[in-house]
Every structure is written in structure tokens, then in C-alpha cells.
């Protein structure tokens, strides 16, 4: 049995130890209920709209901050978003993934939005590639928001065979009408399919909160492999869940559903023909 909590929680714009300080209690509450994993938002550690504070709050590798977060993982796993100043000048929207005393894998944001509210592109460098990494629970991945809403993601996950997609998020609230609002619908659709019929766990941690005038809807969720939502947490507010998931699932969910396995025959034979 695998014990996950995610927290949806309003980062301080621009001021990392503070949310620091609000990781490490978070964890630390984690650690105490005998969670395996703990997920955060996108830029959990620095707020979203920082446009020229960037290289203000970019960390690397041998920041304090990380090297507290890397202590606090040889209790548990924990998924975390910051701003990575990977050379000196080069600066990724980031999320990584730190287990056992270790930072396992940093993903660096791809699809970086630069339209609408978003102007990630002016600020950030864009990732190369995605990644994906064995943990002592499963095989994961890291999808930073925008990134789990195109095809080149859902082709990753199923060429690596990945069991738990985590997509931590700053989705604004958008396109409110009669029937719910369009960032809502976007996601329970992608992260519904992602868990459907890609056979995969799919994390979804959004951030809460007004932030320079932009109001982050929350609404976090996790989904078991097969579509059934687990934990469901309010919109708007800060707030945290716990979910016993049973490791079972996804072996189980294959079975009965293998497009994976067909996907991945098929994207051999394709890469085999290619080579030729």
C-alpha cells in the first residue's frame, strides 16, 4: 500500500524561505501520518508571476534549501516546484523529485505558455525533454502543468511504461460560464484520460490563492489508474489529503486495458522501420 499526501497551499511570491519554512511543517506532518510521498505545486517554492525576480530566487543544486528538502527525503519522498539555475544565467521553471537523501530528477518545464495571463517564455529557458525515474514505489514522471496537455507528453508515458504521472500546476481560474469554468473541465479531461488509458496513478496539485491579481483555482486531485478520483480537494483554499493507494491497481488496470503494451509494440516497430 502506497500512502500519498498532496498539498494545495498559496506560495509567498517571491520569497523561497518563507515557503521553505511552510514545506518543511508540511513535511513534516507527512512524515508523521507515514506518508510515502508528498506532492507540491508548480514553483512551490517561489509563487508564479515573479517576471524579473527570477534570477533572485533561482536555486541550484547546492542551495540550503535543497539540502534541507534532500534530509527531509531520507523519511519520505517529496515532489517540490522551484526555479533551477542549472549554468549560471539559465533559468527553468523545475519540479523535481528527491528520495532517499537524493534529488533523483529535476524535469524543466517544455511547453512553456506565452499566451493570455502566461508569459513563461520571457523568463524561463524552455526544457529539452522529458524524463522519467525508478523510485523504491514505482516508475514516475513529472509533467509541470502546460506539459500534460499535449501529445508528445502522452507519448512519453507510454514509451517508459510510467505508473505515476505527477503534474504540479498553476492554473489560473478562466472561462467561467453557466455549466463550471474551462480550466476546471481541461484538466478532469486530461487527467481522466491520462489515468484511463494510459493505465497510470495521475497526481494533479494545483496551487490556491490570489497572486498579483490572479486567482489560482485549486481543485487537486488524484486519480487511480482506470479513471476513479480518489481525493478531491475545494477550490480556492488551501488544503491537504491523504490517499492509500494499493500498488495492485495499475498491474491490474493493464490487464484489463493493455493500449499501453500496444502503443509501445507499435512505437518499436515504428522506430525499428525508421532505422532501417
Not at 517571491?14 to 508528498?38: G, L, M, T
Not at 494533479?204 to 490572479?214: H, I, L, Q, S, T
Request: proline share 3%; hydrophobic share 40%.
Amino acid at each position: 500500500m502506497l500512502k500519498l499526501m498532496i498539498s494545495q497551499f498559496k506560495p509567498y511570491l517571491a520569497s523561497p524561505e518563507k515557503n521553505a519554512e511552510k514545506h518543511y511543517q508540511i513535511i513534516e506532518e507527512a512524515v508523521s501520518a507515514r506518508c510515502n510521498v508528498v506532492i507540491f505545486p508548480e514553483l512551490s517554492m517561489t509563487g508564479y508571476d515573479l517576471r524579473d525576480a527570477v534570477s533572485d530566487v533561482a536555486m541550484d543544486l547546492n542551495s540550503e534549501i535543497i539540502r534541507r528538502i534532500k534530509e527531509y527525503s531520507n523519511y519520505i519522498s517529496i515532489v517540490f516546484g522551484f526555479v533551477y539555475e542549472e549554468q549560471p544565467g539559465c533559468f527553468y521553471n523545475a519540479a523535481a523529485y528527491a528520495e532517499q537523501g537524493e534529488i533523483l530528477s529535476i524535469h524543466k518545464k517544455v511547453f512553456l505558455p506565452a499566451y493570455g495571463l502566461f508569459d513563461e517564455k520571457r523568463y524561463f529557458s524552455e526544457g529539452s525533454s522529458f524524463t522519467f525515474f525508478d523510485t523504491k514505489f514505482f516508475r514516475g514522471s513529472i509533467l509541470i502543468c502546460e506539459d500534460a496537455l499535449h501529445a508528445d507528453s502522452l507519448l512519453h508515458i507510454a514509451e517508459n511504461n510510467v505508473d505515476m504521472v505527477f503534474i504540479p500546476a498553476g492554473s489560473p481560474l478562466r472561462g467561467i460560464g453557466e455549466s463550471g469554468f474551462y480550466a476546471e473541465k481541461v484538466w478532469d479531461y486530461t487527467c481522466g484520460y491520462i489515468s484511463t488509458n494510459m493505465t497510470s496513478t495521475v497526481v494533479f496539485v494545483n496551487r490556491a490563492g490570489v497572486e498579483e491579481g490572479v486567482t489560482f483555482w485549486g481543485g487537486s486531485k488524484i486519480y487511480k489508474a482506470g479513471g476513479s478520483i480518489e481525493c478531491s480537494l475545494p477550490f480556492l483554499k488551501e488544503d491537504k489529503c491523504i490517499v492509500k493507494l494499493d500498488r495492485d491497481n495499475i498491474r491490474q488496470e493493464r490487464i484489463k486495458n493493455p493500449l499501453v503494451l500496444k502503443d509501445k509494440l507499435r512505437i518499436s516497430y515504428r522506430t525499428n522501420m525508421t532505422q532501417r
